[in-house]
């Protein structure tokens, strides 16, 4: 508690911006030397729903991953998983590219003599081709839904907040948090599905909420302390009062999501751990970054201001 009232993000700026970077490099070389498990909603390929005659295990779909890379190759790993409703359909997922009738026979009859079944008997079986052009169109829909809802922040946060600096400093957090939410899906190799359009969205609306609490009591005391303190320490000020309802607010939330990951099954893990690291990512940009990033905003734009106010002033005399 002494801590988090103590906590000083003006003071301890310079640990806050090596932690950040350190992250974001750790990202980057993620994203250049290990890449990303792409999944078919993306690069197109085949769907197999396959029946193993009884439940399946975590090594059931290690085991049918490692036939398909002995079979075709890594790139063709895309991903496996359990059907929500019947425990014994294994869902396969093969990347890059649709397997041919010939890759597709090869495949079924080594998972016969894997599991001992006949694909041909079951009633669950089935194989459907995904286009790369319904990839192509997800990539669209999924950068067009990020870039829309950042613009529309921006504008919402420079008209609530009279502020341009305010604005860059939440788009810059933002940014932030879906890079690490990006270099999330690298690291551990998450698939890479439509499942991220829906995370990417809850993140960046998750944050932007944090963020706009600690802006609302830093405008509050700009407003009430701005003639006696220097909004280096109204910065600090504001978001000392509201880190406390800040923790509250994202360990309720954190709590949450993580149990979804410890109970849930592998389709919902897939999707709650990139939640549950975003949500982290969005605490410490909210409360380290934004009032830090607008503070600088707001000392680089500040001959720029001075310079439009003296414009606007020589135009007011000059009409009279």
């Known amino acids: 508690m002494k801590f988090i009232k ?34 078919i909603d993306f690069s197109g390929g085949t769907q197999i729903e396959f029946d193993v005659g009884r439940d399946l295990v975590q090594k059931d779909y290690e085991d049918i991953n490692g036939i398909i890379e002995a079979l075709f190759g890594k790139k063709y790993v895309s991903s496996t998983t359990k059907d929500l409703n019947t425990p014994s ?11 041919t009738s010939e890759q597709q026979a090869k495949l079924l009859t080594k998972l016969d003599e894997h599991f001992g079944t006949d694909h041909t008997e079951s009633t669950n079986f089935s194989i459907k081709y995904i286009s790369p052009t319904v990839g192509d169109q997800l990539k669209k829909t999924a950068v067009l839904s990020v870039v829309v809802a950042i613009i529309a922040m921006l504008i919402y946060i420079a008209v609530r907040f009279k502020s341009i600096d305010s604005a860059l400093a939440s788009i810059a957090c933002l940014a932030f948090n879906s890079f690490i939410m990006m270099g999330t899906y690298s690291v551990f190799q998450i698939p890479v599905d439509a499942n991220i359009i829906a995370a990417l969205l809850t993140i960046l609306g998750y944050s932007i909420n944090a963020t706009i609490i600690i802006f ?12 006696t303190k220097t909004f280096a320490e109204i910065v600090s000020d504001g978001t000392k009062q509201t880190l406390q309802r800040t923790l509250n607010t994202t360990l309720t939330t954190l709590f949450t999501i993580l149990m979804i990951f410890i109970f849930g099954v592998d389709s919902i893990r897939d999707f709650a751990l990139p939640l549950i690291i975003g949500i982290i990512a969005g605490l410490f940009s ?3 970054l934004s009032g830090y990033l607008w503070m600088k905003f707001d000392i680089w734009f500040k001959p720029l201001k001075e310079k439009l106010v003296i414009r606007k002033a020589k135009k007011a005399k000059a009409r009279r």
């Open 89 to 99: 359909l294994a869902i396969i997922r093969t990347g890059t590219a649709a397997l």
């Open 216 to 227: 609302d009591r830093i405008r509050e005391n700009r407003t009430k302390d701005g003639d």
């Open 6 to 39: 103590n906590f000083d993000v003006i003071k301890n700026s310079k640990i806050i911006l090596i932690i950040s970077a350190v992250l974001l490099v750790l990202g980057t070389v993620s994203m250049i030397f290990v890449g990303y498990n792409i999944d």
């Open 286 to 288: 909210s409360v380290c």
